[in-house]
């Protein structure tokens, strides 16, 4: 075999050239024809979830009991999660922060921060996380609750920008 036929064989694409075998029996060698290899055929994946396909999880309103509460009293907190998506969420969390929107000068007010769970929500329906924070150290005033839902992003939504909410309240 000389070294033209050689290179020229193995510059042709997969499954055009010819194979060489030996005839060891004999000391002859031979030229055979080589099976035609064949690519795997590349099939058009559908992804599993479409766009529309997703859950969507929005906040519908976050709400206190007392509705203005006392400096050191216990406040009750329900924030209401909404699946606005096609499919069921999977189960998630509710991160909530509470802290004073004017705190007096000179004075480094509380935060209160906590999470709760909130179980699956169906299409069109809404979840509850509910917080029981004891107002401690709190001072009169104005203050703003601020909500955060899935805030690991363990849940793939539609739209990541709109998990977030918060609420303004009194404390007395």
Known sequence: MNSFCLCALLALPAGMGM???ADIERGV???????????????Q???????????ELTFHSITFSPGKPLPGQQVT???????????DSAPTEVALKLRATHPPQGSAPPVFSASAPVA???PNMAGVATFNITLNGATSGQWKAEAV???????????????????LFQVM
């Open 45 to 55: 994946l559908t992804p599993l979830i479409q766009q529309g396909d997703l859950p």
């Open 149 to 167: 839902v899935d805030p690991y992003n363990r849940v793939v939504e539609r739209d990541e920008t709109n998990n977030s909410m918060y609420q």
């Open 120 to 122: 699956a929500v169906r």
């Open 19 to 21: 194979a060489w075998g």
């Open 77 to 87: 907190v329900w924030v209401k999660v909404w699946n606005t998506g096609k499919v």
């Open 29 to 43: 060698v031979m030229q055979r024809k080589a099976a035609p290899v064949m690519a795997p055929r590349m099939r």
